[in-house]
T-cell receptor, first 113, second 112 residues
């Protein structure tokens, strides 16, 4: 049973470009969460999605960031017009039910030049 | 909103010493979970506590859920260099079918 998969593992973008981060949850998991982790800092919740629905996006910046979890395919975290401050590790986690154990993917390390 | 707090953010111990860290919530929790993130890695689930006063052990790690279900502790006996990493607690608000709220974590370093 494959775990949570994220790709790419490393992503380099220049300022102003777009970054697309993908997350495939564990089989049987319909709840997906995105977190951002800055160097030497803790996990910061960004958004919680179920299939085709955004449940809680209280941690998402109001501009440039969006997330989706379509009926088919992986969840996507999209960052438009990236800036240097967006450089961070972005982790996706999935769970079977809303408060169940969360299983984390290996993360995408985004570097903005 | 609900907060799950872990203080301090960093702790340094000598190998062989015991280590205890705490997690505190402003509200009652249905359950609390602990995760560990090794340097350069991703958070990995360690354990879940559900009952008031519950104590669970994993080798040298002892986890406890407070009687009021508002706090939890993690105790490591005789730390080893393999214990280095960041330990996060995460709680679910009681009475609400809500997502977990993570604390900021405590980063443990162990001097050999």
């Amino acid at each position: 049973n494959a775990g949570v998969m994220q790709n790419p593992r490393h992503l380099v973008r220049r300022r102003g470009q777009e970054a697309r981060l993908r997350c495939s949850p564990m089989k049987g998991h319909s709840h997906v969460y995105w977190y951002r982790q800055l160097p030497e800092e803790g996990l910061k919740f960004m958004v919680y999605l179920q299939k085709e629905n955004i449940i809680d996006e209280s941690g998402m910046p109001k501009e440039r960031f969006s997330a989706e979890f379509p009926k088919e395919g992986p969840s996507i975290l999209r960052i438009q017009q990236v800036v240097r401050g967006d450089s961070a590790a972005y982790f996706c986690a999935s769970s079977r039910t809303v408060a169940d154990t969360q299983y984390f993917g290996p993360g995408t390390r985004l570097t903005v030049l | 909103g609900q907060q799950v707090m872990q203080i301090p953010q960093y702790q340094h111990v000598q190998e062989g010493e015991d280590f205890t860290t705490y997690c505190n919530s402003s509200t009652t929790l249905s359950n609390i979970q602990w995760y560990k993130q090794r340097p350069g890695g991703h958070p990995v689930f360690l354990i879940q506590l559900v009952k008031s006063g519950e104590v669970k052990k994993q080798k040298r790690l002892t986890f406890q859920f407070g009687e009021a279900k508002k706090n939890s502790s993690l105790h490591i006996t005789a730390t080893q260099t393999t214990d280095v990493g960041t330990y996060f607690c995460a709680g679910e608000l009681a009475g609400a079918n809500s997502k977990l709220t993570f604390g900021k974590g405590i980063t443990l370093s162990v001097r050999p």
